[in-house]
């Protein structure tokens, strides 16, 4: 008995790191218009917000070997080399994807090796790519994440922008949501710092709209079933868009 009381402190204790590793920030509850048809007044409101997460692997390098900068590829099977450093890809690969490339601002793509080909046609390409952690959520800090542009056949390369543009790592297109479970939006902003060059990214759900300031997975809550489309806008903090290619992400997910 004495023993069971003692055990009683540590496992409050643990409960309460728990919930305070989990602790909501920046939570805004969404109002639904009065018209819409899917209206239900015993529905929870729709609520946009972030956990006070840590960084995972702060300090994990990821290296871009091949392709170089505008190099020429023929069409066919393109080769990739990462070089990954401080971070346990090896040990934890053979389980699931910790390595990422979008192309194209597209559906990300994960691997499983460092080294890998990829059959693309002819076109100019842009990959970003990137680690994840534990929750599949993209490392944000610097290092965790390169981008290149490279081209396939004959084809031109992208004009010259010195403008941060997206890469979304969540949701996926054509997604499938459970209404139980948080719709999560993980995105990365290339190419600039969010404070720094004062920008911020819009989230739109259908009817709502939700801001942020820096790179953090933003968590959707009590979506009604249906089809939504979600856009992803990466703005000027006078609410001026960017102007360039990949500034604008949009996916649709199916909340069922």
């Not at 960084?55 to 091949?66: G, H």
């Not at 099977?77 to 401080?86: D, G, H, Q, Y």
């Not at 139980?180 to 920008?199: S, T």
């Not at 953090?216 to 856009?231: E, F, M, S």
Request: a negative charge.
């Amino acid at each position: 008995m004495k023993k069971n009381l003692l055990w009683m402190p540590v496992l409050i204790l643990f409960i309460w790191a728990c919930s305070e590793e989990k602790k909501k920030i920046n939570e805004e509850v969404m109002e639904v218009s009065q018209d819409s048809l899917s209206l239900d007044l015993s529905q929870q409101k729709v609520t946009f917000y972030q956990y006070e997460d840590s960084s995972d692997y702060p300090d994990a390098i990821l290296e871009l070997y091949t392709p170089l900068g505008n190099q020429v590829f023929r069409p066919g099977k393109v080769p990739f080399e990462f070089n990954i450093k401080n971070f346990p890809f090896e040990e934890q690969t053979v389980e699931r994807f910790l390595l990422f490339n979008i192309l194209n601002g597209g559906d990300p793509a994960g691997f499983r090796t460092p080294i890998f080909q990829r059959q693309l046609e002819e076109g100019s390409y842009r990959v970003v790519a990137y680690l994840v952690d534990e929750e599949g959520l993209a490392l944000k800090n610097f290092g965790n994440y390169v981008d290149r542009d490279f081209q396939v056949g004959d084809s031109r390369p992208f004009p010259y922008s010195a403008e941060p543009y997206l890469a979304v790592n969540l949701p996926r297109n054509n997604q499938i949501v459970d209404p139980e479970h948080e719709l999560i939006i993980d995105f990365l902003v290339v190419g600039g710092d969010m404070k720094l060059d004062g920008l911020k990214v819009r989230i739109e759900i259908g009817e709502f709209s939700y801001e942020i300031d820096h790179m953090a997975p933003v968590r959707v809550a009590n979506l009604l079933p249906g089809t939504y489309l979600v856009q992803i806008s990466l703005l000027r903090n006078d609410g001026k868009e960017l102007e360039g290619p990949f500034s604008s992400v949009t996916k649709t997910i199916i909340v069922r």
